[in-house]
């Protein structure tokens, strides 16, 4: 059976390249992808939704959680649930945004695996134009899904000029020289590279070391306790089955606060259901089906629950309420 593990900052792209993943011809194996919620509502798992209902498609979704650590039991019984389904040949994990990959790596970093998972590429993803931002506002926290992956795919390419795009393969190969990157729009890449292609290069290098040392490949030195004190991220959850409008949608998120690093979620706006999805400065609405619930995540440091739901209602909701 083999893994492959999906990383990379919230709105970066994961959960494109899971779709992706999911329209590539498995050539005839069975695949199943657990998708990992910051929050209580899944929204990732949502977006997937008609992808997964294949014959060859099965789908987990844990939410409430981060996998690589209070979740970490309940991605374990997964894996196993779903090796025991004696069909299912490729496990897709796309990690929240906020995962620490050395913590994932010591998870399946065991040597009783070895004979039972075939780790596919650690990729990670990265919102190109963003990169240098999220880096300074990050720092090692950011640093280490690049520095632990063994593809990189720079995303949003047609957001980025091209100084730009060199300034940050430079940044990245500067953090991990051994890296593979990979230049995507919409990431729109050779999926069957990470399906099929070779087993991981830093999971191996975590195999050959001592059970104390996993987790630092490359040889890096993380000083590191796990508890996100590198990435302090709060979510709440907005229930927005009043629907509301589109201009007062863009109007607020012209002038949202900077610490609203992502929102995604469902909303009907003038009638019409749409998936909102706004990172650090951009949004994007797109139509959606109908569907029975309406919710609206939103994620970063020491947010004012109470204020964005009451400017959020104001701006977007007011007079559909």
């Known amino acids: 059976m083999r893994i492959n593990l999906l990383f990379g900052f919230l709105g970066s792209g994961k959960t494109t390249l899971a779709r992706n993943l999911l329209q590539t011809d498995s050539q005839g194996r069975k695949m199943a992808v657990i998708v990992n919620e910051f929050g209580d509502v899944g929204i990732d798992g949502a977006i997937l939704e008609g992808r997964e209902q294949g014959e060859n498609i099965d789908m987990v979704e844990l939410t409430s959680g981060c996998l690589c650590c209070t979740l970490k039991g309940s991605l374990l019984t997964a894996v196993e649930e779903l090796r025991h389904k004696s069909d299912v040949d490729q496990i897709v994990i796309e990690a929240t945004g906020v995962a620490e990959p050395e913590e994932m790596i010591e998870t399946f970093s065991d040597p009783s695996f070895k004979e039972i998972y075939d780790m596919g590429p650690m990729v990670t993803v990265v919102d190109t134009p963003k990169f240098m931002r999220i880096r300074e506002m990050l720092g090692p926290f950011y640093e280490a899904q690049v520095k632990n992956a063994d593809t990189v795919i720079l995303n949003k390419t047609d957001l980025a000029a091209a100084d730009s795009l060199e300034e940050v393969r430079h940044e990245v190969l500067g953090l991990n020289p051994d890296v593979e990157i990979v230049f995507a729009e919409h990431c729109d890449i ?9 087993e991981s290069r830093v999971m191996a290098e975590a195999l050959g070391k001592p059970a104390k040392d996993h987790g630092h490949g490359h040889g890096h030195d993380h000083d590191h306790d796990h508890d996100h004190r590198h990435a302090p991220a709060d979510s709440f959850i907005l229930d927005a089955s009043g629907g509301g409008s589109r201009s007062g949608v863009e109007s607020y998120f012209s002038s949202a606060p900077e ?13 019409q259901p749409v998936l909102i999805q706004f990172t650090m400065g951009q949004l994007d609405i797109t139509d959606a089906k109908p569907r029975e619930n309406y919710h609206i995540v939103f994620i970063g440091p020491d947010i004012d629950k109470d204020d964005i739901t009451a400017s959020f209602r104001k701006t977007v909701m007011e007079g559909f309420l």
């Open 259 to 271: 610490n609203i690093w992502r929102c995604k979620g469902f909303i009907i706006l003038d009638d």
């Open 190 to 198: 050779d999926t069957e590279m990470l399906l099929f292609g070779p």
